[in-house]
């Protein structure tokens, strides 16, 4: 007989994630999640070093997340 656990994803405050981010180098509101899709966790950050991102996937693993890493944004010529 095998067990399996299945936790929801909790949404974390922006204050939350705010320390978190800090306690992995990130600037304010650059790690952030979105209430529409509760089990990822975005790193808005290009130039983010690997050492930030492992950070962030090692929070997001431990919290039941999925890490997502924005690496460019490209907005249309108007």
């Known amino acids: 007989m095998s067990l399996s656990a299945c ?3 909790r949404f974390h405050t922006q ?11 990130l600037a304010l509101g ?3 999640q979105d209430e ?3 089990r990822l966790i975005f790193l808005f950050r290009p130039d983010s070093t690997p050492q930030e991102r ?19 944004v490209n907005f249309p010529a108007s």
């Open 7 to 9: 936790a929801t994803a």
């Open 15 to 25: 204050a939350e994630l705010n320390d978190v981010g800090q306690s992995c180098g």
């Open 30 to 32: 650059e790690l952030f």
């Open 36 to 38: 529409s899709e509760k």
């Open 54 to 72: 492992d950070c962030v996937a090692k929070f997001a693993r431990k919290n039941g997340l999925k890490a997502v890493f924005v690496n460019a």
